[in-house]
């Protein structure tokens, strides 16, 4: 055992508690009874650190390698900094520089990978087939990832609000599915609902069909977060009968849940991270008269970006 894992807190001691914002205005605007469960606070500004801590700290390796948009790439640089151990992320060319930055600011390396050209699972093989020792780490498709993030639904479970519905972001499933986990681990009988963009909706479609579908290429949508292949096969096995269905939001509701969450909580999330609220601007009628509580996932988006959105 590497002698800095012996005295590491544990995953539950290493979070921070998930930011719950009740937001009078913002439920009378979307005319639903909304909390917020914002992990725009969490360590490097979104939930992912909950996946990426416990994945670092329960490997034996050395080295990590992963494939991120941004979010997983900086929160498991930032792991492997409290572990003392290395990490090489593979992210698209097309991340945000806020992410890139951030990544290498914490100090992983940072692979670019022209995902038009090559798949960055593609350019993931070619550095595991390079660098044998490392621990391959799927941002989404993994139990340890499904196991950290589930302790973000643990903390919902014991919010004093017993919600009627739980919306989350949905890209390869991973916090959705620590979502259930976590939920019925507590016993917790609350509804989880997807929020995907419809420009990238292998997960509706997958749910719909019964089976894994895959994305023919990368969907570029805002919500750059949401832009993975496919969901998980891990994630697979726990959604197709834990979410209660998956809501699939045009690119301009996405857009206007980000104005939304600035203007009447306060709040600066990142598309991905609005995409429960986009839901909310979707289907309305859908949660009309129920306790909601949306997953606000992160908080992490560039200044040029973000400018535009609020100029609308």
Not at 92 to 108: C, F, L, M, W
Not at 238 to 257: D, Q, T
């Amino acid at each position: 055992m590497n002698p800095a894992q012996k005295i590491l807190k544990p995953l539950r001691e290493m979070v921070r508690a998930t930011t719950i914002i009740e937001s009078v205005r913002l439920s009378e605007r979307l005319g639903v009874r909304v909390t917020l469960a914002s992990e725009t606070l969490q360590h490097t500004g979104s939930f992912k650190f909950r996946a990426a801590y416990n994945v670092a700290s329960q490997v034996p390796q050395q080295e990590i390698i992963a494939a991120s948009s941004g979010n997983f790439g900086q929160a498991m640089a930032y792991a492997c900094g409290l572990l003392g151990k290395r990490c090489l992320i593979v992210m698209p060319h097309t991340s945000a520089r806020v992410k890139i930055d951030a990544v290498r600011e914490y100090g992983g390396e940072v692979d670019l990978t022209d995902v038009n050209v090559k798949s960055r699972a593609a350019r993931v093989a070619e550095l595991a087939r390079e660098h044998t020792d490392a621990y391959i780490a799927n941002a989404y498709d993994d139990p340890l990832v499904i196991q950290g993030n589930a302790s973000l639904g643990e903390e919902l479970a014991a919010h004093e609000e017993k919600f009627d519905a739980v919306i989350a972001p949905v890209g390869g499933g991973g916090l959705t599915s620590g979502l259930v986990t976590g939920l019925r681990a507590c016993g917790s009988a609350v509804r989880v609902f997807g929020a995907e963009p419809q420009m990238a909706n292998d997960a509706a479609r997958s749910l719909r069909a019964g089976h894994i579908i895959a994305n023919e290429y990368e969907p570029q949508s805002i919500a750059d977060g949401a832009r993975t292949p496919s969901l998980g096969q891990h994630n697979w096995a726990i959604l197709r009968e834990g979410l209660a269905g998956i809501h699939e939001v045009p690119e301009e509701k996405i857009r206007e849940a980000v104005r939304l969450l600035f203007t009447y909580a306060n709040l600066k999330a990142e598309p991905t991270g609005a995409l429960s609220v986009a839901a909310l601007l979707t289907a309305p009628a859908a949660f009309r008269d129920l306790s909601v509580c949306c997953v606000i996932s992160g908080g992490n988006v560039d200044v040029d970006v973000y400018r535009e959105i609020l100029k609308g």
